[in-house]
């Protein structure tokens, strides 16, 4: 099915370049997918799978530069660059959509601490009203104010 989507989507697509975009497509797709999942200890052990994987991955590359290039070649892609370009564009898609949740969720929390902040200096400031005003007269009188 994927196959055939891409092949509607680009009819200059060649073979080699239909393995690419499969593989492209559907980081996009599991990344949308697993962004929107809620923020639980499943998501946080498959962000530390991926981050094992991301090093494994950028070791790889390193070390056997030649490796990297001949899976560029199978993906359709010319080079090894262009897949590392790749890839870094998907990565930084799912950071901006990671970090613009987060900014979001900072967001409702500074929102509800600054109402609960306000309801309880206004349950203060209405407290200390109700003290100074029942203070009986001759308390007053002697100068107490009823503050430390």
């Known amino acids: ?21 499969a593989v492209l497509v559907t980081a996009v797709i599991l990344l949308v997918v697993s962004i929107t999942r ?5 998501h946080m052990a498959v962000r530390r799978i991926l981050t094992f994987i991301f090093a494994i991955a950028a070791l790889s590359a390193i070390i056997f530069p030649q490796a990297l ?3 560029a070649l199978f993906l359709g892609v010319g080079r090894g660059t262009d ?11 799912g950071y901006l959509v990671v970090d613009w949740r ?4 900072t967001d409702r929390q500074i929102t509800i601490l600054t109402r609960r902040l306000a309801i309880l200096e206004a349950r203060d400031h209405s407290n200390a009203q109700e003290n ?17």
């Not at 809620?38 to 499943?42: F, I, M, W, Y």
């Open 1 to 21: 099915m994927l196959t055939h989507i891409l092949q509607m989507l680009g009819s200059s697509t060649t073979g080699a370049q239909l393995g690419i975009k």
């Open 38 to 42: 809620s923020e639980g200890a499943r």
């Open 69 to 71: 290039s001949s899976l």
């Open 83 to 93: 897949l590392v370009l790749y890839g870094l564009v998907i990565v930084f898609f």
């Open 102 to 105: 987060r900014h979001l969720a």
């Open 132 to 148: 100074v005003s029942t203070k009986p007269p001759s308390e007053e009188k002697n100068g107490e104010t009823g503050l430390p």
